[in-house]
């Protein structure tokens, strides 16, 4: 088939939202009103009051790896990215005020009051660019109005650091830096332009990790926090003498500890690790802690507020928890949950539009795409999940919403010990006046062997579910009612069982209107009437098991779509029952926009994934875009638009009424985004925002128009 790419530049993939708000340590403003954090490629000012997104700082072409307050402007903060850039931007209005191109790639960025006009760079050390081995360079800004600026001027501080932003700290007042890796400590000081090492043994006597994974100075003394791989954090001393340095040892954590900080007086020392405990350390009276327990996954970053007010911690989960300095939990920010696997398909709820996945353990978490925040979870195992490696628990798997929103059918799994399953199919009904899904049905045991796949119809009359299993059955589960002399109620009962020449049943979809059931048994696909159950008709196609199976929407309604795993996508027309086309196509992903005749589909080549946006009237692409990403795309779906873009060229018309989002190998939230849209973030980020903190009297609007005239008689 012949191609048409697009003009260049009209879409691009970009990174939407749900990226990971945990990688970086999150950093307070002066006054704690916001904190900032590290979110793909874009940095989010999030207010630490209502744990709302204030403004999104976008710019960065690739991922943002460090940000830091500009100690001479405390109303800017600097970035830095993998993109060899450093962006300074003015965070209360989110407008970029300048970029420095540095040319290499940028992993960590460090400054200090002592250092006016120098930042501090982690970059790697070779030419060659994926060596493990990093340098910090010291780099001056050059100071020139120019929005965007070479800087070139850089000389090496430290060599052969690790790259990650805990495992440096800036010692009183920057006088010396302190760096962490392996089994060596090693302090910089400025004024004697030499480096110190110590080393600790691989391990003592009973065979501890002594392993360095995170360093914090103190903010008056000479004292340096190191923590380590077997939970232990050491307090270093008379390190500016080679020969006399001392260390003392603080043991609580069971095991490493993730990250450690002073607060800005260096009276506590915070400390966190995987058992979610936040530990509170007075500085000098070692004995003396406190603790916060139970907040949720692992801890990997501890930071404080300048003023010492506030403390946060960001988790495993994609979650920053923030902290009042008595220990009480006063905001929670939830990012998308990443999980080790997601086992459900990416599901949009046809109520709230909210994108549907598997959250934390047991979970299935319901995502604002629109505002790029968790709108809540849905606890589905409901039993209490034990964080431990080698259990077998019940874990979500498969997921489905019918037409309407009305009922949700999920599929847990539990691995037995001798190779068996246990399963439950689970069928919630809303509940209009909590807002949200209750249980109405379980069934224990619902097939035989594992659960492949599972579809509503959509039909308005009949409500009615489909399972297909391994053990060669599809069966299609009834409403009815349920009532008692004691209740009036409707539960979901088995209605008929299907099956075709003992073959495994492995995919099932209703046409749009809900008259034709398609299900496919290994390499046939079968066509069913679920009024009378007659079977209409078999597709017996080349060899190559049925991967995906989807029905074309509105004048396309005709034709059925399927992928092998022989690397075929097959049209068939069900008004003719014969194969209109095929073509060869490695299909990773199938997906049908629910607005529009067009179907994407995903398919790996050489390590990366293409996208082909097509209607099955024709196998003519009207869309194609080489290797969006690298490696598999996990997941893709499309999801409606608020309001419906008017975009005229071809190549972007697909985009008009639904957008359509994909997970990357990364677990990474992916999207399409038209030039038009583009144009409009950028207009709308440039529209100056009324500072917040002065209430908009008439009094101060007269003087905002005061000042106007002002200007412009100047």
Known sequence: PGKKMVEEGEIRVVRCGGS?????????????????????????????????????????????????????NHLQVYSCSVDGTVKLWDFTDGILIKTFVIGYKILTLLVSSKHEGTIFIAIAMASNEESDAFQLV????????????????????????????????????????????????????????????????????????????????????????????????????????????TYSTQHWHHNAVNDLTFTPEGTNLLSGGIESVLVQWRYGADTKKDFLPRLGAAIEHV?????????????????????????????????????????????????????????KP????????????????LDIVQQEYIHESGLHQFEVVKAAFDAQGSWLATVEEREEKSSAFEIILKIWAYDDQTQSFVLNTTIAAPHEDRITALCFCNSNDATMLVTTAKDGHFKAWLLGDDSSIYRQ?????????????????????????GSLLAVSFQEIVTIWNPDSWDLVCTFC??????????????????????????????????????LEWNVTLNVIRLEADPLSENVAVFSCVSENSDLFVFKPSEPRPLFSQKAVCPGEVQHAVFTPREVAEESCSESCQWLNRSQLYFLNKHMDLMTFSTKSEDDRIMASSKRLLIEENIPATPFYLLLGRHRQQQQQQQ
């Open 541 to 578: 196609q080349p060899p190559g098991e049925i991967r995906d199976l989807c029905f074309g929407r509105l004048s396309c309604s005709k034709y059925l779509l399927g992928t092998t795993t022989s690397n075929l996508l097959c049209c068939w027309n069900l008004l003719t029952c014969t």
């Open 489 to 513: 109620g409707v539960c979901w009962s088995c209605d008929f069982v299907g099956s075709y020449h003992s073959l495994k049943a492995t995919n099932c979809c209703f046409s749009a209107d």
């Open 20 to 72: 990971k708000i945990n990688y970086r340590k999150p950093l307070f403003t002066l006054d704690s009103k916001f904190l900032l954090c590290a979110s793909g490629d874009s940095v989010k000012v999030y207010s630490t009051a209502t744990e709302e997104c204030v403004h999104v700082l976008q710019g960065h072409t690739d991922l943002v790896t460090g940000i830091a307050l500009n100690p001479a």
């Open 303 to 359: 930071n404080v507020s300048p003023d010492g007010a506030l403390y946060c911690t960001s988790h495993r989960d994609n979650k920053i928890t923030i902290i009042q300095s008595n220990l009480r939990v006063s905001a929670v920010i939830q990012g998308l949950v990443k999980g080790d696997a997601i086992r459900t398909n990416l599901m949009i709820d046809p109520r709230s539009k909210a994108l549907v996945l598997n959250g």
């Open 138 to 245: 010291a780099l001056m800004l050059p100071k020139v109005p120019n929005r965007k600026v070479e800087a070139k001027e850089m000389f090496a501080v430290l060599s052969d650091i690790s790259p990650s932003p805990k495992t440096l700290s800036f010692g009183t007042g920057g006088e010396y830096i302190a760096s962490v890796k392996g089994l060596h400590l090693s302090v910089y000081f400025f004024k004697k332009q030499k480096t110190y090492r110590f080393s600790l043994k691989a391990s003592d006597k009973k065979g501890v990790k002594n392993i360095f994974t995170c360093v914090s100075c103190h903010p008056k003394e000479d004292c340096i926090a190191t923590g380590h791989e077997d939970g232990k954090i050491r307090l270093w001393r008379n390190f500016n003498q080679k020969k006399e340095y």
């Open 362 to 377: 047991g979970h299935l978490q319901f995502y604002s795409l629109q505002h790029d925040k968790q709108l809540y979870n």
